[in-house]
Nanobody, 124 residues
């Protein structure tokens, strides 16, 4: 059974940092491109960042470039998102998602599996 489980969300002040983790099981992680999406209330899911199956090619939304870093660990079947310089606009539920392909895709519907999400709230 394909499964992704996110952790690491929480409440943080503006300017702070958080590290999100995603643990994968039930599939060959090496063959999957994986990414982080987020969805704020009343908005469509937005792709935040993605990494190719090999881990060598990364993509970021313009809104998070220079602040977020994605890392895929094929040996441990994990995906992390290091977030720094957080702003209130980063508040959302964050999901990790995986697709059985070499490269990333832009929309969540193009992914084969995604997790239940973890809440990130940036507020003073």
């Amino acid at each position: 059974q394909l499964q992704l489980v996110e952790s690491g969300g929480g409440l943080v002040q503006p300017g702070g940092s958080l590290r999100l983790s995603c643990a994968a099981s039930g599939f060959t992680f090496d063959f999957y491109a994986v990414g982080w999406f987020r969805q704020a209330p009343g908005k469509e899911p937005e792709r935040v960042s993605c990494v190719s199956s090999s881990g060598r090619t990364t993509e970021y939304a313009d809104s998070v470039k220079g602040r977020f870093t994605i890392f895929k660990n094929n040996a441990e079947n994990t995906l992390t998102l290091q977030m720094s310089s957080l702003i209130p606009e980063d508040t959302a539920v964050y999901y990790c998602a995986a697709r059985n392909w070499l490269m990333c895709a832009k929309t969540l519907s193009e992914y084969d599996v995604w997790g239940q999400g973890t809440q990130v709230t940036v507020s003073s």
